[in-house]
């Protein structure tokens, strides 16, 4: 007895330490590096998610110098109230606003215009018969602040609905980023008739990504037991650079909304978001995908591999349900051009 208890000892303690190996390796594949912050390509800005900072994406997007003469691009600076149907007024920047081909770019992270401004002014320098319309969501930029009902991607979808009926354009390209595109392909399925073609670069996809960024981007506040007014809420690094990017009207409205009505905004989108873990796309179930009947559908990826947030698998599987869709690797702003121009060229039609 004493020798088979011995056995079963060695046994139970020869599992565990598979168990602990496999469990190390599985670490070890699937997330993500820690962050170096004096890493010269570390991006601390607080409205884009700190575990993509070292993207490769970041040059092409995030603060892209100019290109091809983008520092002389006609530029419009509007804002648009879509009352009475939306309780909103979003920021919106036009470039060639003179053109007559739409291209609606949305910024991805948390971000806003003045991020992601040089990347859309590259395009419209690459194409003047391009018009580029970059907007700010709710709550980021230069718009106002609103939490609504429904997961904040879903009221970003609504807001673009009227923006572009506002515009007088349409049906358009839609070029998202990251998180840009969630709110796109809301767009997409519930008013088609408005979208010309979808660009997708990077698509968010799988359980990192569920997890991560509905923790950094919204649940985490739920463990802020000090968030229990909106001047507490404004001292935080997002909503803090919200505020001083702002002019002191929308200043008070931020400060005027219920820290009630925020925390459960920030329940019910980080919720939302967190359920699509198993699912190619967050935002979108692999259904919703497949029935979406937007002309063509072009998705654009960096190419590498260790990306948690953008796993370049689950973009090529996204070609498997998207009506005519196509998968490119494209890094810098050139290959991009290369694929988007004649993309947009194509399907949108000319105003």
């Known amino acids: 007895m004493k020798r088979l208890a011995r056995t079963s000892a060695k046994l139970i303690t020869g599992l565990f330490a598979a168990l602990i190996v496999i469990a190390s390796a599985y670490a070890d594949q699937h997330e993500p590096d820690e962050i170096d912050v004096n890493d010269p390509d570390y991006n601390p800005d607080s409205t884009l998610f700190r575990g993509a900072a070292n993207n490769p994406y970041f040059p092409l997007y995030f603060n892209a110098l100019p290109q091809g003469g983008a520092e002389h691009v006609p530029t419009e600076v509007r804002r648009v109230d879509l009352r009475p149907e939306r309780d909103m007024t979003l920021y919106v920047e036009i470039y060639n606003p003179e053109a007559n081909i739409p291209l609606i770019v949305t910024p991805g992270g948390m971000g806003e215009i003045n991020g992601f401004r040089g990347f859309a002014r590259n395009v419209a320098a690459a194409d003047s018969n391009l018009k580029v319309i970059i907007w700010d969501r709710r709550n980021m930029g230069r718009s106002e602040v609103s939490f609504g009902s429904e997961p904040l991607s879903i009221e970003e979808a609504e807001d673009l609905h009227v923006l572009l009926q506002r515009l007088g354009v349409g049906p358009a390209t839609l070029y998202g980023m990251s998180s840009g595109s969630r709110s796109n392909m809301i767009l997409a399925e519930r008013y088609p008739e408005q ?5 997708i670069s990077p ?16 649940l985490d506040y739920l463990k802020d037991e000090s968030l229990t007014s909106m001047q507490a809420v404004a001292k935080t690094p997002l909503w803090a650079a919200y505020l001083e990017r702002n002019s002191p009207e929308l200043q008070k409205t931020f ?4 820290v009630e009505d925020f925390l459960a905004a920030m329940k019910r989108t980080g919720e939302h978001l967190a359920s699509y873990h198993a699912k190619t796309t967050l935002g979108m179930t692999d259904e919703q995908l497949a029935s979406l009947t937007v002309p063509a559908t072009l998705i654009l990826h960096h190419g590498a591999e260790r990306d948690f947030l953008h796993p370049i698998v689950n973009s090529r599987a996204a070609t498997t349900l998207l009506q005519n869709s196509t998968f490119v690797i494209a890094p810098t702003l050139g290959p991009v051009l290369d694929e988007l121009l004649p993309f947009v060229r194509k399907y949108t039609p000319v105003e």
């Open 203 to 218: 698509l968010t996809g799988g359980p990192i990504a569920a997890e991560r960024l509905s923790k950094e981007y919204y």
């Open 255 to 258: 400060l005027e909304q219920d």
């Open 195 to 199: 979208v010309a073609a979808l660009v």
